[in-house]
């Protein structure tokens, strides 16, 4: 009997551990987040969800965080913002799409983050890490 619950705590452990490797997104930092590739993930960009995924490293995110932070305005403080983050292929560059909230969201560490309203603590990019520029930028309305 001691066997067998071993087995099936081994067994829980290891779905729990692919799981978590599948479907969930690795924290970079206390504010960052990145899904994986084989992630399931919606944009709200109806174009980008049928785009090639692949996991962005971790240079790859100080790019587009560099691109991104360079394109809003100086008074946004983009460190203290929760980011997190997908990325995709598109006509052949290499694109990241960064999800920004200033509040944490018990959700945010599982999924994309997209309220109605929002204002200034809540924005969204697409970076093309391979041109160095932003291709999409949407700051929600006023709540």
Same mark, same amino acid.
């Given at each position: ?29 206390? $504010?960052? !987040? &990145?899904?994986? +590739? ?9 174009? @980008? #969800? ?32 929760? $980011?997190? !983050? &997908?990325?995709? +292929? ?9 999800? @920004? #909230? ?42």
């Amino acid at each position: 009997m001691k066997l067998k619950k071993a087995v099936n705590l081994k067994i829980s452990f290891c779905i729990m551990l692919i799981s978590n490797i599948i479907f969930a997104q690795n924290r970079i930092s206390e $504010r960052q !987040y &990145v899904f994986n +590739k084989e992630s399931e993930v919606y944009i709200d960009y109806d174009s @980008l #969800n049928s785009s090639l995924r692949f996991t962005p490293t971790v240079d790859d995110l100080k790019r587009a965080d560099s691109i991104f932070k360079s394109d809003l305005s100086p008074k946004i403080e983009y460190e203290s913002y929760y $980011r997190n !983050y &997908v990325g995709l +292929k598109i006509r052949g560059d290499k694109m990241i799409f960064v999800n @920004l #909230n200033c509040k944490m969201n018990e959700n945010f560490e599982k999924n994309l983050f997209q309220p109605k309203g929002g204002g200034r603590c809540y924005f969204r990019g697409l970076i093309n890490i391979d041109k160095n520029i932003t291709e999409k930028f949407t700051i929600n309305a006023p709540k």
